[in-house]
């Protein structure tokens, strides 16, 4: 059995799980399957389809920017397609037609973001749509980055049919991350735990390696392949000394910025993180009152160290002024790796987005075994955080539960 109850997510991170376990993933469609919906007049969800597909392949590689694919047909067949492929290179619409195999007189694009009408690190889209002949657009989802919006409106003033919503909600999935940086300023955060059936990440004793599967643990890092940044709280580097790279083969453009979130910085100059600078960007949060001396000893190992200001404890960094640091400086996914403490914290404050959380079949027990979420937690059952969607994947011996709590249609005006 590949999963239980129907896969509707379509975030990075659930194409990355979906890619790790399956393959191309449940998501995916041959060219068969494209024909055939053609010839049963289903051809713009079809071919839609299909340009999410290609889009996904871009996923880890282009952030800061949206991952899109583009398809162009002519007659009822495809006759060119792309994906943006890398940061600061083509777009998918130029890559699509760059691939066309004819001229493009008449013909309809299909593409799973707005085109773009400004000048950025590449030319509007637009413009090039227009300059192919393409008489027809087709459009998964609008952009609501206003440097980058009004493209429908453009092609459409330029005699071009356009129509929007195809695949809409997939499409806006597919970009979850872009579209809550680009109109909140903060990343997408994803809480990641691995633990037993009962909820436990450690015995008693504080065993913990390991509860889940080595198969768990590689999805694990597939995840981190496609996300900005990768968050631990200062009692996971003390008690683990992980190094929180990504030590799987992908395509994607490094490893991811780790964040030790430690308000008196303890962090250990002997520590795998402080000796591992150049493997990924290190950045400790810390809170104003910390030490000058240990942040110019961290800052002299290449360690970057942000001093933010403390919660309403009094104790611990706040944790909405460092997403508002992180999204400045171009963080628009976040893992959330633990400990309990920070787990916690994020669903105590509503900061959690979507969740992949490991399970392993076996029941640890314990008061004093160490538990997936800690923080205050509610104190009615109509505050607890529900999820609105989720599906849920058999990893090896092991099951992964895959939520979502937050709608990507938040992050759009109502009505446009």
Same mark, same amino acid.
């Given at each position: 059995?590949?999963?239980?109850?129907?896969?509707?997510?379509?975030?990075?991170?659930?194409?990355?799980?979906?890619?790790?376990?399956?393959?191309?993933?449940?998501?995916? #469609?041959?060219?068969? /399957?494209?024909?055939?919906?053609?010839?049963?007049?289903?051809?713009?969800?079809?071919?839609?389809?299909?340009?999410?597909?290609?889009?996904?392949?871009?996923?880890?590689?282009?952030?800061?920017?949206?991952?899109?694919?583009?398809?162009?047909?002519?007659?009822?067949?495809?006759?060119? $397609?792309?994906?943006? $492929?890398?940061?600061?290179?083509?777009? &998918?619409? +130029?890559?699509?037609?760059?691939?066309?195999?004819?001229?493009?007189? *008449?013909?309809?694009?299909?593409?799973?973001?707005?085109?773009?009408?400004?000048?950025?690190?590449?030319?509007?889209?637009?413009?090039? #749509?227009?300059?192919?002949?393409?008489?027809?657009?087709?459009?998964? =989802?609008?952009?609501?980055?206003?440097?980058?919006?009004?493209?429908?409106?453009?092609?459409?003033?330029?005699? #071009?049919?356009?129509?929007?919503?195809?695949?809409?909600?997939?499409?806006?999935?597919?970009? &979850?991350?872009?579209?809550? %940086?680009? =109109?909140?300023?903060?990343?997408?955060?994803?809480?990641?735990? &691995?633990?037993?059936?009962? *909820?436990? #990440?450690?015995?008693?004793?504080?065993?913990?390696?390991?509860?889940?599967?080595?198969?768990?643990?590689?999805?694990?890092?597939?995840?981190?392949?496609?996300?900005?940044?990768?968050?631990?709280?200062?009692?996971?580097?003390?008690?683990?000394?992980?190094?929180? @790279?990504?030590?799987?083969?992908?395509?994607?453009?490094?490893?991811?910025?780790?964040?030790?979130?430690?308000?008196?910085?303890?962090?250990?100059?002997? /520590?795998?993180?402080?000796? @591992?600078?150049?493997?990924?960007? @290190?950045?400790?949060?810390?809170? $104003?009152?910390?030490?000058?001396?240990?942040?110019?000893?961290?800052?002299?190992?290449?360690?970057?160290?942000?001093?933010?200001?403390?919660?309403?404890?009094?104790?611990?960094?706040?944790?909405?002024?460092?997403?508002?640091?992180? *999204?400045?400086?171009?963080?628009?996914?976040?893992? +959330?790796?633990?400990? /309990?403490?920070?787990?916690?914290?994020?669903?105590?404050?509503?900061?959690?987005?979507?969740?992949?959380?490991?399970?392993?079949?076996?029941?640890?027990?314990?008061?004093?075994?160490?538990? &997936?979420?800690?923080?205050?937690?509610?104190? %009615?059952?109509?505050?607890?955080?529900?999820?609105?969607?989720?599906?849920?994947? $058999?990893?090896?011996?092991?099951?992964?539960?895959?939520?979502?709590?937050?709608?990507?249609?938040?992050?759009?005006?109502?009505?446009?």
């Amino acid at each position: 059995m590949a999963f239980l109850h129907e896969d509707r997510i379509q975030t990075p991170a659930a194409q990355a799980v979906r890619n790790f376990l399956y393959g191309e993933g449940p998501s995916d #469609i041959s060219d068969n /399957s494209v024909l055939h919906a053609v010839s049963s007049g289903a051809g713009d969800e079809a071919f839609m389809q299909r340009a999410l597909v290609l889009a996904a392949k871009g996923i880890g590689a282009v952030s800061p920017n949206p991952t899109v694919g583009a398809v162009i047909t002519k007659a009822g067949c495809i006759v060119g $397609e792309g994906y943006h $492929e890398r940061f600061g290179g083509p777009h &998918a619409e +130029i890559n699509a037609i760059a691939s066309a195999a004819c001229e493009l007189s *008449g013909a309809t694009i299909y593409v799973t973001l707005e085109p773009c009408n400004h000048f950025g690190k590449t030319p509007p889209c637009t413009q090039a #749509i227009l300059a192919a002949g393409i008489k027809r657009v087709v459009v998964g =989802t609008t952009d609501p980055n206003p440097k980058a919006a009004g493209g429908m409106e453009f092609l459409r003033g330029h005699g #071009i049919t356009v129509k929007a919503g195809c695949l809409e909600q997939a499409c806006r999935s597919l970009i &979850a991350p872009f579209l809550k %940086h680009v =109109t909140t300023g903060s990343p997408w955060v994803i809480s990641k735990a &691995a633990m037993s059936l009962d *909820g436990r #990440i450690a015995t008693r004793t504080g065993e913990s390696r390991w509860i889940t599967s080595e198969k768990s643990r590689a999805c694990g890092h597939a995840v981190r392949a496609v996300v900005d940044g990768i968050a631990v709280g200062i009692g996971t580097v003390l008690a683990d000394d992980p190094e929180l @790279t990504c030590r799987i083969p992908h395509g994607g453009a490094g490893n991811p910025v780790r964040f030790v979130l430690d308000s008196t910085l303890r962090l250990p100059l002997s /520590s795998r993180l402080c000796n @591992t600078i150049s493997s990924a960007r @290190t950045v400790v949060v810390a809170a $104003e009152t910390a030490s000058e001396t240990k942040k110019t000893e961290l800052e002299a190992r290449g360690v970057e160290v942000w001093l933010l200001p403390l919660a309403k404890d009094g104790r611990k960094v706040s944790l909405p002024a460092f997403l508002k640091r992180a *999204g400045q400086a171009g963080i628009q996914s976040l893992l +959330i790796e633990g400990g /309990s403490g920070l787990n916690g914290s994020f669903w105590d404050e509503g900061l959690v987005d979507e969740m992949l959380w490991f399970y392993a079949p076996m029941v640890i027990g314990g008061l004093k075994a160490g538990t &997936a979420i800690g923080g205050i937690g509610v104190g %009615h059952l109509r505050q607890a955080a529900r999820l609105k969607d989720f599906c849920i994947h $058999e990893v090896s011996e092991d099951i992964l539960l895959h939520g979502l709590l937050t709608d990507v249609n938040s992050f759009f005006v109502k009505g446009v």
